[in-house]
């Protein structure tokens, strides 16, 4: 079974710039979270989908973030503009439901804001 | 506000024997806990559940125990190898969603 993968990888930009990560959950999954990770601190919901509806998206700075997950399956999350306080790690994990406790995290964009 | 806290200094433990990391939160009580290992540039793998009304659970040689009175999960591996060095973070489950620890650093010693 494939996991969760994500892309890009890494990315460098410059503050004020804009930057897309994407998200494809597990097969099957209905619940998709991003998640923002600084370094040194665990991981922190950014918003959660159940399939394509938005369950949460409280901690989302939405002056600058935005996501959508058409069809139920992958997901975008967006930065425009981006401050040097959004350099973390973006994990995008997901469920099989969202009372379906395990959660399967991709490997994470790390994204450097200069 | 909820707040959980793990041993933010990593742990250092001779090869062979037991490490203990500790998770106590405050401000609820969770229905289950989790434990997950997240290596450098990878994300959380996950480990192991327990539930409020479960007092221990256990996976090969990994232990976690759930004291919902002190509001403290302990996680314990035992015969510890250098593979096992990673950083280790609980969750709790909040309305079908997970509030992270900040992670403890494990380094097994050989």
């Known amino acids: 079974e494939a996991g969760v993968a994500q892309s890009p990888r890494y990315k460098i930009i410059e503050k004020r710039q804009s930057v897309a990560f994407w998200c494809n959950p597990i097969?099957?999954?209905?619940?998709l979270y991003w998640y923002q990770q600084i370094l040194g601190q665990g991981p922190k919901l950014l918003i959660q989908f159940q399939n394509n509806g938005v369950v949460d998206d409280s901690q989302l700075p939405k002056d600058r973030f935005s996501a959508e997950r058409l069809k139920g399956v992958d997901s975008t999350l967006k930065i425009q503009p981006a401050k040097l306080e959004d350099s973390a790690v973006y994990l995008c994990?997901?469920?099989?439901?969202?009372?379906?406790?395990?959660?399967?995290f991709g490997p994470g964009t790390r994204l450097l804001v200069l | 506000s909820q707040k959980i806290e793990q041993n933010s200094e990593a742990l250092n433990i001779q090869e062979g024997k037991t490490a203990t990391l500790t998770c106590n939160y405050t401000n609820y009580s969770p229905a289950y806990l989790q434990w997950y290992r997240q290596d450098p540039g990878r994300g959380p793998v996950f480990l192991l559940l327990?539930?409020?009304n479960e007092k221990e659970k256990r996976k090969e040689r990994l232990k976690v125990t759930f004291d919902t009175t002190l509001k403290q999960s302990l996680f314990h591996i035992t015969a510890s190898q250098p593979a096992d060095s990673a950083t280790y973070l609980c969750?709790?489950?909040?309305?079908?969603?997970?509030?992270w620890g900040a992670g403890t650093k494990l380094i097994i010693k050989p």
């Open positions: 994990a997901s469920s099989l439901g969202r009372q379906q406790e395990t959660q399967y």
């Open positions: 327990i539930r409020e």
């Open positions: 969750a709790l489950a909040r309305n079908y969603q997970l509030i």
């Open positions: 097969s099957g999954h209905a619940t």
